[in-house]
């Protein structure tokens, strides 16, 4: 055990010595609070002690807000550390909502972000940060030795940091929308996610310098986003929408390889197969850490760590806002469970996940669920059909060509919904996208009865290509008797090729729980990439930040593709495999 893994030793006199000071939380959390609709209300007023420095190991100075109930007693605290600065959204989120339910809430710039000393270095400080913060709670008249921590996004991050050596007063930890590892959201899937990049960038170099500075960068990216995506190298091109030069994402882009040492040391995967700390986590089935979330519930649902899971039908950022009242009924629910013995809010199963599509009364609806995912049968095969673009449950008997595109990186397949930051996140229409040349789609009959899935989707491609490099896009869509084409689910791998024969890749499309109604149609759609959510494939196997020339790429899809759903509810009969 560590130095700073001792028990709290503040007595109950020192504490209750302790007299709130009479600040006010800031104008801009309260105007924001009051607009917020579907939360509970509150059970205490909210006092506030802005700025106070925090010494890091290395004496460099943390900047913290503290939020605190006005009233007489103990109560837990909650850790939200942040990198985008502690003003609006946060202090309202995290400062003035909790405090009002009754837990102290210690907002913290992280280094070299609103105001704390030292420089920001993406992933390599929050550890040992996160532990001199506790180690300065201990010495705090109103700490009771009772630790929570709570946050979304790089506010999960730290969390997962600070669970690598975890302190004894840490006794639950809530990751909403949060990662575990920075190189699966930079490169997973063997592509740069560039417009997530570019988005996440602005935000950690912009949010914590202010409202006003943060807005007019977002502008700016908006603005110039096509002209650094489409950039030749993609190297460096980001300076002119950001505004200046950033080592840590100059580094995050150029290093594509998970086993490269830039890596080394950030990847916090390994923490959920130790941990004791209980854990609720939150994310959304268009959140872009939905397959990290995922994977962290494994784990320490295997491990045995006590931990919920919340799935709802969110984007990254709807996730708190439309999805608020879920989402912090949630969160305080857990929270008050494990800090302060009061199990009455916590729901009796560990997965509640929402089904997206039709339910069985006719809306989409909430699913209880004793684990994630369900136990089911092996995953469903669909076909593409020799015989045109259909999807079928028929298996082929050879390996023949059923369909071929070209993609032009020059003028590549745009990017449109899904689990991205970009604005069009989410489901859309798809029916002007599939109308293009270099997208195949392979449709399936109606159904005669719902079907619905429950678990992770995949796609096994069997595709041959004319330059030996190429992306495989590949999507889940929704078609319903009108036509409209949605997504539900996609992802994106490298595929590379010798000659004229097909090569076999597995492409995973992250998990779905959604329930297709009778009427619609299974829409299996592929292409060459999906930009500028990822960055194009040069054709040539040119690294992507320095490829200079770009060659056009015939793919053929062969009949020995498929589509693998995990279906949990019963086939139509007329579909079946004859």
């Avoid at 975890?166 to 930079?186: I, N, R, S, T, W």
């Avoid at 916590?346 to 684990?371: F, M």
């Avoid at 990186?409 to 604005?423: D, F, K």
């Avoid at 693998?564 to 579909?575: A, I, M, N, V």
């Amino acid at each position: 055990m560590t130095a700073h893994a001792h028990t709290h030793a503040h007595d109950t006199a020192t504490r209750s010595a302790w007299t709130p000071l009479p600040g006010k939380p800031p104008l801009s959390a309260r105007l924001t609070r009051a607009t917020w609709r579907g939360l509970p209300a509150a059970r205490h007023d909210v006092g506030w002690e802005p700025g106070l420095p925090v010494p890091a190991a290395d004496g460099i100075p943390l900047i913290t807000d503290h939020y605190f109930p006005r009233a007489e007693g103990d109560f837990p605290t909650l850790l939200v550390r942040s990198p985008y600065g502690r003003g609006v959204p946060w202090s309202p989120l995290y400062g003035v909502l909790f405090a009002e339910q009754g837990f102290h809430v210690v907002l913290q710039s992280c280094r070299g972000t609103g105001g704390s000393g030292g420089r920001f270095d993406a992933w390599r400080d929050e550890a040992r940060d996160g532990l001199a913060t506790v180690a300065w709670l201990r010495e705090q008249p109103w700490f009771d030795g009772t630790l929570g921590t709570v946050g979304p996004s790089y506010l999960g991050y730290v969390q997962w940091a600070l669970a690598l050596d975890p302190p004894p007063e840490l006794k639950a930890m809530v990751v909403q929308v949060g990662f575990h590892d920075p190189h699966g959201f930079y490169h997973a899937g063997g592509a740069l996610h560039l417009e997530d990049v570019l988005i996440s960038a602005t935000g950690g170099t912009y949010q914590h310098e202010g409202v006003a500075p943060f807005a007019k960068a977002v502008l700016r990216l908006q603005r110039r986003l096509r002209e650094v995506a489409t950039a030749r190298p993609l190297r460096g091109a980001y300076v002119s929408a950001l505004g200046r030069e950033v080592p840590w994402l100059d580094g995050a882009m150029t290093h594509p390889d998970a086993d490269d040492p830039y890596w080394r040391g950030t990847s916090h995967g390994q923490v959920a197969e130790r941990l004791a700390v209980p854990t609720a986590l939150v994310t959304g089935w268009h959140d872009v850490f939905l397959d990290q979330t995922l994977e962290q519930y494994g784990r320490l649902h295997s491990a045995g760590c006590e931990t919920a899971l919340l799935v709802g039908p969110w984007t990254h950022t709807s996730a708190l806002q439309r999805g608020l009242p879920e989402v912090f009924a949630e969160s305080l629910a857990w929270l008050r469970a494990h800090l302060c013995d009061d199990r009455s809010g916590l729901r009796p199963t560990g997965a509640r996940v929402h089904v997206g599509g039709e339910s069985a009364d006719g809306g989409n609806a909430w699913r209880d669920l004793d684990d994630w995912p369900p136990r089911s049968p092996d995953a469903v095969p669909w076909f593409p059909s020799p015989g045109g673009l259909a999807l079928t449950r028929l298996a082929p008997t050879d390996s023949t060509p059923v369909a071929s595109f070209r993609y032009d990186p020059a003028a590549p397949t745009p990017s449109l919904g899904g689990r991205s930051l970009g604005r069009t996140a989410g489901p859309r229409d798809n029916r002007k996208l599939e109308a293009r040349e270099d997208v195949l789609t392979f449709t399936g009959p109606p159904l005669s009865e719902p079907m619905e899935i429950l678990g992770p989707v995949s796609a096994r491609l069997s595709v041959s290509t004319d330059t030996g490099h190429a992306d495989v896009f590949t999507r889940l869509c929704d078609v319903d008797p009108h036509g409209r084409s949605v997504n539900v689910c996609d992802g994106l791998a490298q595929v590379r090729t010798t000659g004229d024969e097909p090569s076999g890749v597995t492409v995973p499309m992250g998990s779905a729980a959604y329930r297709f109604p009778a009427g619609h149609r299974l829409r299996w759609q592929i292409s060459g990439g999906a930009h500028p959510r990822y960055a194009r494939s040069p054709g040539t196997g040119e690294a992507r930040v320095d490829a200079v020339d770009y060659v056009p790429v015939h793919i053929t899809v062969h009949a020995d593709s498929a589509l693998l759903l995990p279906e949990s509810g019963l086939f139509p009969p007329e579909t079946r495999a004859r």
